[in-house]
């Protein structure tokens, strides 16, 4: 009965959680990317091609397997979380170029998180079965990633000045429905969470913190505007663990593979913060100082 409830209440929460990202944006937000051009392309490479592989990296080098392993690579294929454009608005990020990022990330995590399953699970499963691109299971993400989003757009669209009072409320229920996510993946795995405490908070703490060092000093060294490195940094930095969690217990029907998402979604807010506070002082520092006014 437990595990009935669970498979219908995560993918309802999680599609509340999307239809309230759906609500924040318009077509505008992909039209922007030509605004930042170098600033998005950047960050999405940094975010689909460079954080894997550091990821991949990281899983060898902790040594883990298994289910484990793929619930890690999963995290790091999810798009953005909620909460980068908040902890980005906190450091002086560039909020629009985050919103922007989040809208292409949550269209191309439909192809890229099928693709990532399927070769963490040539890498780290016994079983043979190549699901992650099977079309019932990409079905299934597009289902998760794109449907609500697509749907609170349109209610956007249609109703826009309700929209923007709900604005606020989504967030509280978004936040509070992803704090329930995680209690219920870690409830259905507490056993292989305290037998491999020790390893999942140091690979999610590191990870989280690599996440915001390379979301920000990469697109800084291709001379991206400081505000914009911020908003880099809080898309790549926070991932969306409630997508991964998600994935792995409704579509791959794999709670362990929940378990490492579960982690890094209550520790990565130590780092998203210390993250916050620096990046909001190097803002600070680099931004130029006011010329008194002549006085006559």
């Not at 991949?56 to 793929?70: D, I, K, P, T």
């Amino acid at each position: 009965m437990g595990s009935t409830i669970f498979a219908v209440f995560l993918p309802l929460a999680l599609a509340l959680v999307m239809f309230g990202l759906g609500l924040t944006l318009t077509v505008d937000d992909f039209a922007r990317v030509l605004r930042y051009p170098k600033a998005a392309v950047v960050a999405l490479v940094c975010q689909m091609i460079v954080l894997p592989a550091i990821c991949l990296g990281l899983v060898y080098l902790f040594r883990l397997e298994g289910a484990l392993a793929v619930g890690v690579m999963l995290l790091v294929a999810s798009p953005g979380g909620p909460s980068a454009n908040l902890f980005s608005h906190i450091a002086g990020g560039n909020v629009a170029l985050n919103i922007t990022l989040t809208a292409i990330n949550s269209i191309l995590a439909v192809f890229t998180l099928p693709l990532v399953v399927t070769l963490s699970f040539t890498l780290f499963m016994d079983d043979d079965a190549a699901i992650g691109l099977r079309p019932d299971k990409f079905a299934q993400v597009f289902a998760i990633v794109l449907v609500p989003v697509a749907v609170g757009m349109w209610v956007h669209r249609r109703f826009t000045d309700w929209a923007e009072r709900m604005r606020k409320n989504v967030k509280i229920v978004s936040a509070v429905v992803l704090l329930l996510v995680v209690v219920a993946a870690v409830g259905r795995e507490f056993d292989t969470l305290t037998e491999n405490i020790g390893k999942l908070a140091t690979l999610s703490l590191l990870l989280s913190t690599l996440s915001f060092v390379i979301g920000y000093t990469v697109p800084r060294l291709f001379r991206v505007e400081t505000d914009q490195a911020i908003a880099s940094a809080m898309e790549i930095g926070i991932h969306n663990g409630a997508l991964a969690i998600a994935v792995a217990s409704s579509v791959l029907h794999n709670s362990q593979m929940a378990v490492p998402p579960a982690v890094y979604g209550v520790l990565m807010n130590v780092p998203a913060a210390i993250a916050a506070y620096l990046l909001a002082r190097q803002l600070r520092r680099a931004a130029p100082t006011p010329i008194p006014a002549a006085t006559g």
